[in-house]
């Protein structure tokens, strides 16, 4: 790869994020972790969902917020010491039964008992690097922080992309819907959208399949075979089942 051929995502930090996420990381060259921007309540920056035989279920990680003044995610902390405790216990009592808990039980266990900072977005990095780790995705991760980028929405990030010295932004589709393309090109930077759609379903343990989840669902149910149904690895699902 040449610096003129380098592929850059930007996305907010999240909580234990879900499968797509990661083949956004997969596909780029550097990920940027987006985190000294507004703090959104009720969003994936601090939560993410599960599959429990009640249905879905929200782990959400509790935090401080200051009411209507202006909070960077970055600046966000935990509100409660023992949250890591109650969704470690959370998540072993709902995924112990999976075909592949116990291949990876204890790394997530660990990971839960070293998730001792108040720091939001140390806590989401802490998780993504493990499940990058897990996956086999060799992607440079830094944060947006890093590069002390100025301006306002897509200012900001033509900004990022320059300072990392991108040829491409990659985003999620949603992005399309406010997006000023034309900042991008005037800047020399190519624009990708990347598909979320058509992923393969994968046996998990209770019925109605919902995609929607933590990736940790798809890891725990079929293990070393999770890349094989998500989308930028170059495999094919052999079958149906896990």
Known sequence: MTQGEKRVAIVQSNY??????????????????YDDVQYTRRDWRNRNRIRTPRGVAWLTIPVRVKGRYHQRIDETRVSDPNWAKTHWKTIQHNYAAAPHFSGYGERFEAAYRGADSDRLTDINRLFIGLICEILGIATPITSSSDYGAGGRKTERLVNLCLGAKAA??????????????????????????????????????????????????????????ARSYMKTFGQRVADGGA
């Open 168 to 225: 491409e932004y990659v985003t999620g589709p949603a992005a399309k819907a406010y997006l000023d393309e034309r900042a991008f090109r005037d800047a020399g930077i190519a624009i990708s959208y990347i598909d979320y759609s058509g992923y393969p379903e994968y046996q998990q343990r209770l019925p109605c399949f919902e995609h929607a989840v933590t990736v940790l669902d798809l890891i725990c149910n079929t293990g070393s075979r």
């Open 16 to 33: 234990i994020p879900w499968k797509g996420y990661f083949d956004l990381i997969n596909t780029v060259d550097e990920f940027i972790v």
